[in-house]
């Protein structure tokens, strides 16, 4: 089980949420539980939950960490610990905003990222160089489905090398191994 000050057992379903923040016991939960905020019955089967490989192969490369739902929630949670969670919320906006079909979405999407990321002084501000937001500024003039590669590229490249280190000695992860490992015994 995770510290008290990191972990929350969800609220029954139908009662009040919890006021304490972010919650890490999804990762132990059944998947289907997890979405609609229930613990997972006893008596209930044939549900998976999250196992230490899984858990443990978070470490084996940043995009493996990026591409599993829970190894995301995770680094969302452990970046909300650092004040930097924005960098994840724009690369995921990026990665949203790539699978953008509809040209009339497409210069609207492209604008409230800008706004919302990479303006200076935008509420959630990405560290980037001012040659790169400067040709992002250029590139939503007249987006496309690539208008934020290199920005994105950079915040991504700055979460690997900083954030993502920082994240596997982390608290929030070791606890959560832990806490997979004590389930198998």
């Known amino acids: 089980m995770l510290p008290g000050s990191l972990w929350h057992p969800p609220p029954v379903r139908g009662g009040p949420p919890s006021p304490r923040g972010e919650k890490l016991g ?10 609609v905020g229930t613990d997972p019955p006893a008596e209930r089967t044939g549900q998976r939950q999250l196992s230490t490989e899984e858990a443990t192969r978070w470490a084996d490369s940043f995009d ?8 995301l ?13 924005e960098n994840l919320e724009f690369w995921l906006a990026c990665e949203d905003f790539k699978k953008t079909r509809s040209a009339a979405k497409l210069a609207s999407k492209a604008q409230r990222i800008f706004e919302e990321f990479i303006d200076v002084q935008a509420p959630r501000e990405v560290n980037i160089d001012f040659q790169t937001r400067e040709l992002t500024r250029r590139n939503v003039q007249e987006p496309s489905l690539s208008c934020f590669d290199q920005a994105q590229g950079k915040v991504h490249s700055l979460m690997e090398k900083d954030s993502y280190p920082r ?17 198998l015994s």
């Open 64 to 71: 493996v960490l990026l591409s599993h739902k829970y190894g």
């Open 73 to 85: 929630a995770a680094f969302r949670a452990f970046l909300k610990t650092e004040f930097s969670e």
């Open 26 to 35: 999804f990762c132990c939960q059944s998947f289907s539980d997890q979405a």
């Open 167 to 183: 994240f596997l000695r982390s608290k929030i992860y070791t606890d959560l191994l832990s806490q997979t490992q004590r389930r």
